[in-house]
Every structure is written in C-alpha cells, then in structure tokens.
C-alpha cells in the first residue's frame, strides 16, 4: 500500500529554517541535510507504521504521533487511514517535550 504525504507549509517552514541555520557556514553540510530529510519524508509513502510512536507525547496520552529520526533532526507525523500527516521537523538537540506539547497547543487552538 502507499500513503498519500502531506507535508504543510509550517514543516517546509521547519526544514527552511534548519537549512538556513547552516547555509552561510556549510553549504555543503545544508545541502546535506536537505537531501537527508527530503530522502526520509519521500520514505514515508512506504510502510510509515514501522516507525516509533514519539515518546515524548506519552506522558500525555498522546500515541498517535510516530517518528523517523535523522541525525539530529526528528520528522513527526500521524497516519490516518491512507495519508501521512508530516507534523513538524525538529532538531533533537533542543527541549524536544515542550516543542511539541507548544506546536500542539497551537494546532488545537
């Protein structure tokens, strides 16, 4: 079977503001990334369940958020039926619980 991606603007958002981050210093080490990132979201049309529920979001009853870690960067997405929902991209390194708990506040609002 193969899920129907959507990747919304505030995830573009997300990966423009990683790549920004290091553009000036590493060109390369963006570029990098990008095609890292771009690779794994692309993955998701294929078997997006064998990734992890995002543990983070369990301490709030939350089980409907899976991930796919790269490197640094962790891309959150739920499954409905046949489409996967890109949530947000994240860079791990940072306070990765209340990130989420915030964008999801957000979202709900």
Same mark, same amino acid.
């Given at each position: ?12 958002? !997300?990966?423009? %503001?990683? =790549? $920004?981050? &290091? ?11 990008? /095609? ?27 089980? !409907?958020?899976? %991930?796919? =870690? $790269?490197? &640094? ?11 996967? /929902? ?24």
């Amino acid at each position: 079977m193969e899920y129907t991606v959507h990747i919304p603007n505030s995830v573009k958002k !997300d990966i423009e %503001e990683i =790549i $920004e981050y &290091y553009l000036l210093e590493k060109p390369d080490y963006a570029k990098k990334i990008f /095609e890292l990132i771009t690779t794994r979201l692309h993955s998701l049309k294929y078997f997006p369940q064998k990734s992890r529920i995002v543990s983070e979001l369990l301490e709030y009853n939350i089980n !409907d958020y899976r %991930e796919l =870690i $790269e490197s &640094y960067w962790r891309i959150i997405y739920r499954i409905e039926n046949n489409h996967v /929902e890109v949530f947000t991209v994240i860079d791990s390194r940072r306070n990765v619980q209340d990130l989420l708990v915030e964008k999801l506040k957000r979202k709900v609002v």
